[in-house]
């Protein structure tokens, strides 16, 4: 959270995060995704890197999937959500 709060402080235009929930308690975790709905409706935008498709699903806008670097899938959440093929094949879920 605290590497968050410095990066917001610069005022930016986007805000990357990369896995910001990997190893960290669920209590936590669950405070971080909070924060980031909390960032996105500030109008920031944010890219974030991260395997928990659950939570960034409902909180973005976009989501693409890369595999060796090559997108594989784009779309909206709702759009990947609605293909458990490719949530199943690219995320292991």
């Given amino acids: 959270m605290l590497t968050i709060g410095r990066a917001l402080m610069t005022n930016p235009d986007v805000l990357i995060l990369d896995e910001a929930t990997e190893g960290l308690a669920p209590l936590i975790a669950r405070e971080i995704w909070r924060i980031c709905r909390v960032i996105r409706d ?4 944010s890219i974030i890197v991260d395997k928990n498709w659950k939570h ?3 909180i ?3 989501n693409v999937i890369l595999v060796k670097g090559r997108v594989v899938f784009e779309g909206t959440s709702a759009e990947l959500i609605a293909q458990p093929g490719m949530l ?4 292991g879920v």
């Fill in 42 to 45: 500030s109008g920031i935008s």
């Fill in 88 to 91: 199943e094949r690219h995320l």
């Fill in 56 to 58: 960034v699903t409902q």
């Fill in 60 to 62: 973005s806008d976009r």
